[in-house]
């Protein structure tokens, strides 16, 4: 029976705690990482996307690759819990658990190398940047090539809202996708006392803005699955002049790609009638960032049956469908795969908090069952999966 370092992966996830580094700037956090995986003697590259790290486990092997994936990037917040290990770093913290996934996975490569012999399958060890930065990480190393030397891909993502120790998996499509958007306005300034001899672009903005509600509660399907939001609104420099410039912020989740494409199109329609309204021009900045993430019914049935060796079947639960984003579905564009919650919320230690709070916490003795997760589902499925199983269960055959 192989055994998880438990003691370790929390001391891991403590040392890099304290040292929250954000998008793709993860100097610190990537050396924490080559460190223990040149002391574990295990090969790794960083040639896919940027600030990635890859590691190998029978780097020799062909036939079957599983890919496990642990982002490593923290928040711009000010942590305020009363730790020893609180964040040193002013403004930064590990607000959504990454410092915890990326020292899972180092615990899972640490079990993985002391068998490596005894499996039969490579395994790749993705240690990724910039899940939460506005460019994600997944997709600069999909856009390398890296799922083009991985047949099927888990992750595992810890949950607060899932009791310390269990392990969920919601089956079919399970997280939205993300687009970002920017909209501008340009005006030209005016005294705010003569504001006819100006072109106010706060004022188009504001229109457009109310144009957008309207659209979402007039021109949408209610039983469309989506949200819509706009964040911010910036304009003008001061109280006495007309604003030349206005700036918004805003996202689109959905679980129907044509009604990204729906929302999206009407938004710059608004938004251009609403610049012409008022004299300003208008310019739309978007990109997707994620897609919806796709949980393969059967992989996760595999994955499910791992987990239950390690946490009993009385620990497994179902999660249900949510409308937050994972860039993790950057790789399930490519390859079939599953993303694992791993329950880390305890009532009894006061761990209740969700993710993107200062004061977010974690239950670290659930940490060495996320490693064993990935552990035995690796020795479980080693010999491969069977594709036909895996298209046969896709439940998007036939509306794609």
């Known amino acids: 029976m192989y055994q998880i370092d438990k003691d370790y992966i929390i001391k891991l996830r403590r040392a890099i705690h304290q040292y929250p580094e954000v998008d793709f700037e993860l100097p610190r956090t990537i050396t924490v990482v080559k460190r223990e995986l040149e002391k574990m003697g295990i090969p790794y590259t960083e040639k896919y996307g940027k600030s990635s790290v890859v590691g190998y486990i029978n780097p020799q092997k062909e036939g079957f690759t599983i890919g496990i994936r642990a982002d490593m990037d923290a928040l711009l917040i000010d942590e305020i819990n009363d730790i020893s290990y609180k964040s040193k770093i002013d403004g930064k913290m590990h607000a959504c658990g990454h410092d915890a996934h990326t020292a899972m996975l180092l615990g899972t490569a640490k079990t993985l190398k002391a068998m490596e012999n005894k499996i039969n399958c490579r395994v790749m060890l993705l ?3 910039s899940e939460e930065g506005r460019q994600s990480g997944a997709e600069l190393m999909v856009q390398d090539g890296i799922m083009d030397e991985i047949d099927v891909i ?12 269990c392990v969920g998996v919601c089956k079919g499509e399970s997280m939205a996708s993300s687009r970002n958007f920017q909209l501008e306005f ?41 949200v819509c939001s706009v ?3 910036h304009a003008g420099t001061t109280q006495n002049v007309v604003a030349d410039y206005a700036q918004m912020l805003g996202t ?5 790609m044509n009604v990204d494409e729906l929302l999206i199109k009407n938004i ?18 978007t990109s997707l960032k994620c897609y919806v993430v796709y949980n393969n019914p059967y992989i996760a049935d595999r994955v499910l049956s791992a987990a239950a060796k390690v946490v009993g079947e009385e620990n497994i639960a179902e999660m249900l469908i949510k409308m937050s984003s994972e860039d993790f579905s950057q790789y399930l564009t490519k390859k079939p795969g599953v993303f694992i919650r791993l329950g880390t919320r305890n009532e009894a230690k006061g761990i209740t908090t969700l993710p993107h709070n200062n004061d977010f916490m974690i239950d670290e003795d659930a940490l060495d069952k996320g490693s064993a997760t990935c552990v035995q589902f690796v020795l479980d499925n080693m010999d491969g999966i069977d594709k036909e199983k895996i298209e046969d269960s896709d439940e998007r055959k036939g509306r794609q």
Not at 209 to 225: D, S, T
Request: proline content about 4%; some cysteine.
């Open 268 to 285: 710059e329609e608004i938004c251009s009638r609403a610049a012409k309204n008022f004299g300003c021009t208008f310019k739309l900045t």
């Open 252 to 256: 689109i989740r959905t679980f129907d």
């Open 154 to 165: 888990i992750g595992v993502h810890i949950e607060n809202w899932l009791n310390s120790g």
């Open 186 to 226: 340009f005006g030209r300034t005016a005294h705010a006392t003569l504001p006819h001899s100006g072109n106010d672009a706060l004022a188009a903005a504001v229109d457009a803005y109310n144009g957008i509600q309207l659209m979402l509660a007039r021109k949408l399907n209610p039983f469309a699955k989506y």
């Open 127 to 129: 240690f990724q940047p």
């Open 231 to 233: 964040g911010t609104l």
